[in-house]
């Protein structure tokens, strides 16, 4: 309350909380959380393993974005999918017993019918089942025997990259001696004095097809090695360990990745060889065991086709599909290469 010169007095408006004349009350923006309400939390930031994921997942989306406009890699990819799909449900699709040759189901070397769409093997046996019950056994062997080999190249490959040295001259001296060797040689060398089975086929092929991937992987690993985080890793206190783990690793995984699409057509093909000449697995069915059946029963001089195609057939489109394959795989990893879509 205040009093003016001719002793009036000014008394404050009802509720306005303000004296006469004085500024009015500010009023909150428009949108703006009331004064009372608790205040807004604060996002957290993610995490760096979530961070991790994220952005393999977007490298995965993108290398299948690119993937998808090479028509052979997708045609072969999707013939891959097929034999895969054929080997995985064979016990549901032609039974466990096919390859039984007491119970044959059909007469010896009969010709393709709509009983036997494949004919029969000099056995009686389907030829349609055997070569999805033998769908199994080769895509196994080829994969294992790819692992392997390309497991013991980038070892030899990362580490004869990284230490240099007397280490890498004597490695690499035994890695040209295994390149100038034939590959099928030392193969036959190795199935004939170890025993038969499949653990015989996957080591033989597995340490006599490594040598191109260890060069492959070392020129990249010398590559690695002279870029900057490497010495600033080094500097910073980083190992051997961590240095060829954590940095030159990831960098020759593509590269080992676009390999090991390549090799398993190889071995496939080395596993087919083996089998032909009589050194792999008898118990069991391959398409390479086939062929060898084949030839003891004369089918080539009598004319039974029906018992050479098939398996051959299968053999070729699996090589080839994982050859289209690998070629796509390395388009996107090194656009340079220029393959052909």
């Known amino acids: 309350m205040t009093t003016d010169h001719d002793g009036t007095t000014d008394t404050p408006a009802p509720g306005s909380g303000t004296p006469a004349g004085g500024p009015p009350p500010a009023s909150p923006p428009p949108g703006s959380p009331p004064a009372d309400s608790p205040p807004a939390p604060v996002p957290v930031k993610a995490s760096a393993r979530t961070l991790a994921g994220q952005r393999r997942r977007a490298s995965v989306a993108r290398f299948w974005r690119q993937y998808r406009t090479h028509r052979s890699g997708v045609a072969g990819l999707a013939a891959l999918l097929l034999a895969g799909v054929l080997a995985l449900a064979a016990p ?47 895509l196994l062997v080829g994969l294992l025997a790819a692992v392997l080999s390309v497991a013991i190249g980038t070892l030899i490959g990362v580490t004869a990259g990284h230490f240099r040295g007397w280490y890498a001259t004597v490695t690499m001296r035994i890695t040209d001696w295994f390149l100038v060797m034939p590959t099928l040689v030392l193969a036959i060398a190795l199935a004939s004095v170890m025993p038969r089975s499949l653990v015989t086929i996957v080591v033989a092929i597995g340490v006599t097809t490594w040598p191109t991937t260890a060069r492959l992987v070392r020129a990249q690993t010398l590559a690695v090695e002279t870029r900057p985080y490497i010495e600033r890793a080094r500097a910073l206190g980083g190992g051997h360990w961590h240095v060829m783990s954590r940095h030159v690793l990831p960098n020759v995984m593509p590269l080992v990745l676009a390999q090991t699409t390549l090799i398993i057509s190889s071995a496939i093909l080395a596993e087919a060889t083996l089998a032909f000449l009589g050194l792999g697995d008898p118990t ?54 220029g393959v052909s879509r």
């Open 92 to 138: 549901l699709l032609v039974g466990s017993d096919v390859d039984q040759v007491t119970d044959a189901p059909g007469e010896a070397l009969e010709s393709p019918s709509a009983a036997f769409p494949f004919g029969t093997d000099r056995f009686g046996r389907n030829l349609l089942g055997l070569v999805i019950q033998g769908a199994r056994v080769s």
């Open 284 to 337: 069991v069915v391959s398409w390479g065991g086939l062929l060898q059946d084949a030839r003891e029963a004369g089918a080539v001089s009598s004319g039974h086709w029906w018992y050479l195609v098939p398996p051959g057939l299968a053999i070729a489109s699996v090589a080839l599909a994982f050859t289209l394959c690998g070629r796509a795989v390395e388009s996107v990893l090194n656009p340079r290469l």
